[in-house]
């Protein structure tokens, strides 16, 4: 195991620690944010109201030490309101840039189903190119930007589902899902007793991590081999998605990049320079879920994606 690799390693278990002291649960939902955060990409989060899916945000931007902003998705919102503006300043006779709350590193998109796909639109060079167009001007955003986007799925009326191209720039799609009985308890213990909002001072979060650490990390995943076999493993994969007859869309040339890419930091996470098969298969649903949509016959017969995925792993024959 080499140092970089070594140090990312703590640094993964650091960010675990500090974000564990507010939130109980969620272990699997906090290991995808940091694949997420080194491998630069997007999460979509989806969970009933209450499962902790915006403070669990906020506790991992202050764990990480990145700059945090959030942006309530409503009905009215509207693309200036995200990206920002150019008013004209009458005391100096020229247009000043007023920055929208996507000039930042973390960005929290809460409830993004709630407004309009035009709204929803202005995310889409921001997620791909990390830059901002504003009349005619390129403004870029910091390298370490990354959208954590919320949505409710108990909801039905006066929302505006994702379309596909801009769910195929997410990462992941990550289920936050009710806690167990003892998790609960554990929840109503730690949080029954503090009054008002809970914020991720009021239990002793710090960023134990900066910029550079940060930078370190991403550079150190470079040094992560994976194998043609494991290549072949994750095409075969993601092409068995479009033959599946219960689905009607499969998984496109960009789920398997960002699946192999993705298997390589939770490699480097684990502390290995090198991907198993084990890498890929963890991560495929998260990958997946989000970009498979079901056949016509599927959805009556109340198929789920996420079983669909989990056939595919156990027919799809790995690398030994």
């Not at 009985?181 to 008002?196: C, D, H, P, T, W």
């Not at 109340?302 to 989990?310: A, K, L, N, P, S």
Request: proline fraction near 5%.
């Amino acid at each position: 195991m080499t140092t970089e690799l070594e140090t990312l390693r703590t640094l993964a278990a650091d960010v675990k620690a500090e974000v564990g002291k507010a939130i109980v649960g969620q272990d699997t939902v906090i290991d995808h944010l940091l694949v997420a955060l080194i491998a630069q990409g997007h999460v979509l989060m989806e969970g009933p109201p209450g499962t902790a899916k915006t403070f669990l945000a906020q506790c991992f931007a202050r764990a990480t030490g990145l700059d945090y902003g959030r942006i309530q998705f409503t009905p009215d919102l509207l693309p200036g309101d995200i990206l920002g503006s150019n008013l004209f300043n009458f005391q100096t006779s020229q247009f000043t840039l007023t920055r929208g709350a996507i000039f930042t590193e973390l960005l929290l998109a809460d409830e993004i189903n709630r407004t309009p796909p035009k709204t929803q639109a202005a995310l889409l060079e921001a997620m791909q190119e990390r830059r901002v167009t504003l009349d005619g001007e390129t403004h870029v955003l910091p390298d370490r930007f990354m959208v954590i986007a919320t949505q409710n799925p108990i909801e039905s009326q006066g929302v505006y589902p994702l379309p596909e191209a801009q769910l195929d720039r997410f990462l992941f799609k990550l289920i936050a899902a009710y806690p167990s009985e003892e998790e609960e308890a554990r929840i109503v213990a730690r949080f029954g007793v503090e009054q008002g909002p809970a914020r991720p001072e009021n239990f002793g979060i710090e960023a134990v991590t900066g910029r550079d650490a940060l930078q370190a990390g991403i550079d150190a995943v470079k040094a992560v081999t994976l194998a043609p076999e494991n290549v072949d493993y994750v095409v075969r994969l993601v092409r068995a998605t479009r033959s599946h007859s219960d689905l009607a869309t499969g998984a496109s040339p960009r789920a398997a990049v960002l699946l192999g890419n993705a298997a390589r930091v939770r490699a480097a996470l684990d502390g290995r320079d090198y991907v198993v098969p084990d890498d890929i298969k963890a991560l495929a649903t998260a990958v997946l879920r989000h970009r498979l949509i079901l056949s016509a016959a599927a959805e009556i017969e109340g198929r789920e994606v996420e079983t669909i995925v989990g056939e595919l792993i156990e027919s799809t024959e790995a690398p030994r």
